[in-house]
């Protein structure tokens, strides 16, 4: 059974710091996607990520793949209290079964 | 551009009747899913449709649950008899054809179940 170990489960912080979200497993995915969720709605895609050491951008977020692709991290720089949610990771196996494999998630607040 | 549509968006029950959640997936789009969240579980696929037909029903969890798509725009999960068990968060979320390594999910808001 394919697994995603999201740590730390919680998080609480003060705006202007930094912080690492990581999303683990021993199973290998063709690709892995990174959600946020904000409360009373669905989960809202923020990143794609697909090669193996793959680094994507999103403002002060950054998403990186590992080289085996079985495991992420999203950095987040100088937090904001607009960042904060529960961030989900989801990974997909191969072939064409569209079927995700969720992270149980982060839940970041961000103090003023 | 209208989003995934469910209703209701609240839902409050006693135990044993039964419940029917609906889904208007984004137009054009051929694969719908539907998921249940809780804080024990996180997210969970219960079951995901292309072209209306169910492809993977694996983590429906009994013969109480069933889902339907009758037709492109329309899917139903039907809980009977519900139990306080079955109360959680129900998304539904739909996919467009152009797969590969991209499948974005469209999420909609939820509807929030409670058996009482």
């Known amino acids: 059974t394919q697994l995603l170990e999201q740590s730390p489960q919680f998080l609480s912080i003060q705006e202007g710091e930094n912080l690492t979200v990581y999303c683990n497993s021993s199973s290998v995915f063709s690709s892995l996607q990174w959600y946020r969720q904000e409360p009373g709605e669905g989960p809202v895609l923020l990143v794609t990520?697909?090669?193996g050491g793959e680094v994507k951008k999103l403002k002060r977020l950054t998403f990186q793949f590992g080289d085996a692709r079985k495991d992420s991290s999203l950095h987040i720089t100088a937090a904001q209290p607009g960042d904060t949610g529960l961030y989900l990771c989801?990974?997909?196996?191969?072939?064409?079964?569209?079927?995700?494999?969720w992270g149980l998630g982060t839940s970041l607040a961000v103090n003023p | 551009d209208a989003g995934v549509i469910q209703s209701p968006r609240h839902e409050v029950t006693e135990m044993g009747q039964e419940v029917t959640l609906r889904c208007k997936p984004i137009s054009g789009h051929d694969y719908l899913f539907w998921y249940r969240q809780t804080m024990m579980r996180g997210l969970e696929l219960l079951i995901y449709f292309n072209n209306n037909v169910p492809i993977d029903d694996s983590g429906m969890p009994e013969d109480r649950f069933s889902a339907k798509m009758p037709n492109a725009s329309f899917s139903t999960l039907k809980i009977q008899p519900s139990e306080p068990r079955d109360s959680a968060v129900y998304f539904c979320a739909s996919s467009p054809a152009s797969g590969g390594s991209t499948d974005t999910q469209y999420f909609g808001p939820g509807t929030r179940l409670t058996v009482l």
């Open positions: 990520v697909v090669t």
């Open positions: 989801a990974g997909k196996g191969a072939g064409n079964n569209r079927k995700l494999i």
